[in-house]
């Protein structure tokens, strides 16, 4: 009764209101603000204008010089460095190709272990909030520390990898490890997915808690199997939560800067060189202009990236 | 107050928006710094007063700068060293960037070579031609510090980048520590494995002190002594005759170097020398404490992998690095030069030098530490500049030292060549 009688109060002062502004001769456009408001997003647009907005901006600028990083003077060069990135520069082709083969690897291998995780441990029983949280730990780790960990783990003399082989008489599995060219990225790979497996994990729990229990129950009834459960019902409703983990996995792998150099030391070889530590190089061997071109295409590529994975994948219901 | 509509709120952030972009069209570059339009001056003088940063990246030598520190200070009332201190690889990088402005480091260090050249550049050095500080230097060792006739900074530290040796290892080995040519070097290599020991621990898993060993390996086979500016240059390849020669002699190492050579990380190598498990340690004297501080009691020598037949031109190779310097855009240059003094004269670097174990460029240093006096006879010998540091471009330097590394992991010498020629062609 009262909530009515409020209602109507406040109708009756805004009707008083509008017939004043009309009584005054101007409409009052129901956008109108108290200008007040404006300066709140300011501090915070500024911040982004001048740590965001202007760097990149100003990346686009060094991208088509020649600048080393500390002459005053420098030559506009078109765009010379990207077309050195892509066809004179087996340095940062290597790197590009290193980059997309880590985040195909990590991507498909994260998603997968994650999930699977996930679906083993949905019910909240005390072991799997335990498991639950030993899974996450690493995800709460610095990368410093996480690097320097694996490369104890991955050292063919004193690490625990071919300590443990060795341990268990498989010798002749033992390995070289980061030494290895043709394997040494699968190894970081394998890093990358300990780091951050738990993380994703909780991300498909959200998902696959959310599920009605009743689907499962009526597809039950209807003799499906576990399998069929899976994929008619699972899998549609943890599409939303697999279109975050590929999307945040994907620009994660791109940028496993600290990860690399940390565990393949600076600058990394050839083999484990990606393409936020070739910037980084490129960086320190002073030539900004073309570090500022990479860094572009870098961006593009995240850019691209993901949204061909979104585009191929159709996780996301259209509308969304 | 009067009201705003969301049209024109929009209109006022476009406008900021479009001012962050016109304030992001500001061109690259900057002031040139005091020494680059007109050529580097002497350091200002003055009272030596007030604060200096001195920034550099030997972490493992705060201590001991901080002691230097206390005796600096007791000599000049009112003067504050602080140190601002990089990792190395962070210093190497961003030193530059970070010195420049003489927001940190009125005083400051470099690497010799690409890091020294771009700070040369920048205009940062102070000249330091004719100061109190140049005249305590040996003469021979300035030259690093040099750019025409210029002597912007002064070296202090003298290292060897040639792997230590484990002498007790040897003497039971009965392998001669000092071999003369290649076939000596081998046998010697030969005589440590048979007698259950690991010859070499090289750290192939670390670019940085993987490399060093390039510096022994290049020396006597190259043609001219500053080889790599050539291969920079354009002017000598990688496929050249002599530097396949040196690849070979790189593939002939690998029964000797620990296994799984290139996936080890410098800590390990260290572990395995110290702990009496491989004969030599193949980075440089620069590790003596590092080796000391693991538990090494064995006495420590230096061996020259002579890749000649006996007629090479060097006994060994050196590096003179840690290049002292005054900010040129330092605003308190007296007492940052009077701080480079004072790390130039002979007792206060004797100081530096026995409590870290590293040589100085300073000459009547009275080394007393045990390790230095031992490895003192190397400062006489004829040993070459580390060739590695010759490299301006980094990537270069990375690939063609990349080529030994593959070469030890299995690629053929040919191969390896052509692979780090590719990369320096893409840099002429």
Excluded at chain 1, 101 to 125: D, E, G, H, P, W
Excluded at chain 2, 11 to 28: E, R, S
Excluded at chain 2, 207 to 224: E, K
Aim: net charge neutral; proline share 4%.
């Amino acid at each position: 009764m009262s909530t009515h009688t409020n209602m109507a109060a406040k109708r009756k002062a805004t009707d008083s209101r509008t017939e004043t502004d009309a009584a005054k001769g101007r409409r009052r456009s129901p956008t109108r603000v108290n200008p007040a408001l404006y300066l709140f997003p300011l501090p915070a647009v500024a911040i982004i204008a001048f740590f965001l907005v202007m760097p990149t901006l100003q990346a686009f600028q060094y991208a088509i010089t020649d600048w080393n990083g500390f002459s005053a003077t420098f030559n506009y060069v078109g765009l010379d460095n990207f077309v050195r990135a892509f066809t004179k520069d087996s340095l940062f082709t290597n790197a590009l190709t290193n980059n997309l083969k880590f985040v195909l690897m990590v991507v498909i291998a994260q998603t997968a272990f994650s999930l699977v995780l996930a679906l083993l441990l949905t019910k909240n029983s005390r072991g799997s909030i335990l498991l639950r949280a030993l899974f996450f730990f690493p995800t709460i780790l610095s990368s410093v520390s996480v690097a320097f960990i694996w490369k104890f783990i991955y050292d063919p003399n004193f690490g625990l990898a071919n300590a443990v082989l060795g341990g268990v008489g498989l010798e002749a599995l033992q390995g070289s490890y980061l030494g290895n060219n043709s394997q040494a990225l699968y190894w970081v790979a394998v890093t990358q997915v300990w780091f951050h497996a738990g993380q994703m994990m909780v991300v498909y729990i959200a998902g696959l808690q959310a599920i009605p229990r009743e689907l499962y129950e009526a597809a039950e009834m209807d003799g499906a199997g576990r399998w069929q459960q899976f994929k008619s019902i699972t899998w549609p409703f943890v599409a939303p939560a697999t279109s975050i983990v590929v999307a945040y996995t994907t620009v994660q792998s791109f940028k496993a800067f600290d990860l690399i150099l940390g565990i393949a030391g600076n600058p990394p070889k050839q083999s484990l060189d990606i393409l936020s530590t070739r910037i980084y190089s490129t960086f320190a061997n002073s030539e900004f202009g073309y570090a500022a071109a990479q860094s572009i295409i870098f961006m593009a590529m995240i850019a691209l990236v993901t949204w061909l994975q979104r585009r191929l994948l159709r996780l996301t219901p259209k509308g969304e | 107050m009067s009201q705003i509509s969301r049209r024109q709120a929009i209109a006022i952030l476009g406008a900021l928006g479009f001012g962050a972009t016109a304030a992001a069209c500001a061109g690259p570059g900057g002031t040139t710094a005091p020494g680059g339009a007109t050529g580097p001056a002497a350091p200002a003088t003055g009272a030596v007063t007030g604060k200096v940063s001195f920034a550099h990246w030997r972490g493992e030598d705060k201590a001991v700068f901080d002691e230097l520190i206390k005796r600096f200070a007791a000599l000049h009332d009112g003067v504050e060293v602080v140190q601002d201190i990089s990792t190395s690889n962070d210093y190497n990088a961003q030193g530059l960037q970070k010195v420049r402005g003489a927001a940190i480091g009125d005083a400051f260090a470099t690497f010799r070579g690409a890091q020294f050249k771009n700070f040369t550049e920048a205009g940062i050095y102070a000249e330091l031609k004719g100061s109190k500080a140049a005249a305590n230097y040996q003469p021979g060792l300035l030259t690093a510090g040099q750019s025409g006739q210029n002597q912007l900074g002064l070296p202090y530290q003298v290292v060897f980048p040639m792997p230590m040796a484990n002498a007790d290892l040897f003497d039971k080995a009965g392998a001669e520590i000092a071999p003369k040519d290649w076939d000596g070097f081998l046998a010697m290599c030969e005589k440590l494995a048979a007698s259950g020991v690991i010859p070499i621990s090289w750290p192939g898993g670390d670019v940085g002190n993987g490399g060093q060993l390039f510096n022994c390996m290049i020396a006597n086979n190259a043609p001219v002594d500053d080889m790599c500016a050539q291969i920079e240059q354009g002017k000598l390849k990688c496929t050249d005759d002599w530097f396949l020669k040196m690849l070979g002699q790189y593939k002939e190492l690998v029964p000797y170097l620990q296994p799984n050579a290139t996936g080890t990380a410098v800590e390990p190598a260290q572990n395995l020398f110290s702990q009496g498990k491989a004969a030599m340690l193949a980075t440089g004297s620069y590790h003596l404490a590092a080796v000391r501080g693991l538990g090494a009691k064995f006495p420590i020598e230096l061996v020259f992998p002579n890749t000649s037949d006996g007629s090479g031109k060097f006994e060994g190779a050196y590096n003179a690095t840690f290049i002292l310097g005054v900010n040129s855009a330092s605003k308190n240059q007296a007492a940052s030069a009077a701080w480079i003094d004072f790390l130039s004269e002979p007792e206060n670097a004797g100081y530096y030098a026995n409590q870290t174990a590293q040589h100085v460029a300073v000459n009547n240093v009275e080394y007393t530490n045990a390790d230095l006096k031992r490895l003192s006879p190397w400062l006489d010998k004829k040993t070459a500049l580390a060739a590695r540091f010759q490299f301006q471009n980094l990537d270069v330097r990375n690939a063609v030292e990349a080529s030994a590394t593959a070469v030890i992991s299995g690629t053929s010498p040919e191969q390896a060549a052509e692979a780090a020629q590719k990369i320096v062609d893409e840099r002429l």
